[in-house]
């Protein structure tokens, strides 16, 4: 079945200590993203990836970073986590020359 | 820069009843837009999506949406609404020339009552 797969679904964790959430598709779609999901924000980038080894920045990508070692592959790492980075992540891939994305099921990070 | 606004971050309908959701997007270049839902706890799913075809789209679930040049919108409607569509959507532009990026709408949630 194609899909983008996210993990953990949900996530509680502490001020300042590192995190990351896979996330992993297996349709070999070239773009890759992360969006953040917050109440009367909709949905706004964070990172995207246009192929492996090419990554950019979205809207509000401080305090976050990502990799992208292989294609299937696009992990979020919070280094040093905060209160304001609780949200709903979700992970979104694109296949070259297409207009949609496909999106996992989301991470809910609760940061305390 | 290419953006969307939303009117209403919450609509109410009874079922049976027209839906309508109302999107406005701002584009120096022709838009590509799209139109995605959010069940409760689940990701984003397609609903539909303007390419520069066709401006009436239809979607799944019964659901289209008619690009209006000279407005600058992309509405979503749906003739008579069913309990089972009630769900956040978001709407949402690509940006720029660089496929796989969106920017999204803020969301409209949508009720219906019984």
């Known amino acids: 079945e194609a899909q983008v797969t996210q993990n953990p679904r949900y996530l509680i964790t502490v001020t300042g200590k590192k995190l990351t959430v896979t996330c992993s598709q297996n349709m070999n779609h070239e773009y890759m993203s992360w969006y953040r999901q917050d109440p009367g924000l909709g949905l706004r980038q964070i990172y995207y990836?246009?192929?492996?080894?090419?990554?950019d920045k979205g809207d509000v990508p401080e305090g976050y970073k990502v990799s992208r070692k292989e294609k299937r592959n696009f992990p979020l790492i919070l280094e040093s986590p905060s209160p304001n980075q609780t949200s709903l992540y979700f992970c979104?891939?694109?296949?070259?020359?297409?207009?949609?994305?496909?999106f996992g099921q989301g991470t809910r990070l609760t940061v305390v | 820069a290419q953006s969307v606004t939303q009117l209403g971050s919450h609509v109410s309908v009874s079922e049976g009843a027209l839906v309508l959701l109302r999107c406005n997007y701002s584009s120096s270049v022709p838009p590509y837009l799209f139109w995605y839902v959010q069940y409760p706890n689940q990701g984003l799913q397609l609903l539909l999506k303007?390419?520069?075809?066709?401006?009436l789209v239809k979607g799944i679930n019964g659901f289209e949406a008619e690009f209006k040049k000279s407005e600058t919108s992309f509405h979503l409607t749906k003739p008579s609404a069913h309990m089972s569509d009630a769900a956040e959507y978001f709407c949402a532009v690509r940006r720029g020339s660089t496929l796989g990026r969106l920017y999204f709408g803020r969301g409209t949630q949508l009720t219906v009552w019984p």
């Open positions: 979104a891939s694109s296949p070259q020359g297409s207009t949609e994305a496909f």
């Open positions: 303007y390419t520069s075809a066709a401006t």
């Open positions: 990836s246009m192929n492996v080894e090419v990554t």
